[in-house]
């Protein structure tokens, strides 16, 4: 069994809970989330830290053309340590070359998009901000969507692990 460390930004619960009146435990929907990507991925490791921060428009902006070379605000960016091929290597090791412990990535989101998207989209605050934590998850773990092939079997990803911790699709 997977022993999650999740550096969770204090501004996502606060977000959540000043834009819902509902009372959301967001860090147990994320812890959620992560285990059952993980199971899902056959990824059992001691110990897997992953950190979940927050950025204004300016910031994500300046980080996606550092990073992508995109020059444009976007809704959440992922940072994975390991690629698809190294994590199937990971999970394949031999038992005395397995991996304690790893670091899986970072995950930023703007929060001012996932309020836009909320209302764009009318998925509402709560599944619109644990989708873009799922889909930075779904990267970190080596999924992309640039090809059609990727892009359906990640969304199926998403829409199951949403399902499972009982958000849905309005």
Known sequence: MNKLQIDL??????????????DVDIKKYVNDILKIALKENNICIDTIYISIQSATKDEIKRLNKEYRNI????????????????LD???EADEDKKFKEIEL???ILC????????????TGIVRETLYMITHGVCHLLG?????ENEKKEMRELE????EKIGVFKK
């Open 159 to 162: 829409e199951y692990i949403l």
């Open 71 to 86: 020059d444009r605000v976007t809704d959440v960016l992922s940072f994975p340590v390991f690629d698809r091929d190294e």
């Open 9 to 22: 930004d204090k501004k996502i619960i606060e977000f959540v809970k000043e834009n819902t009146n509902e």
């Open 143 to 147: 999924f992309d969507h640039i090809e």
């Open 111 to 122: 929060l001012d998009v996932v309020k836009e998207q909320a209302v764009m989209y009318d």
């Open 105 to 107: 990535g970072d995950i």
């Open 89 to 91: 290597s990971i999970k």
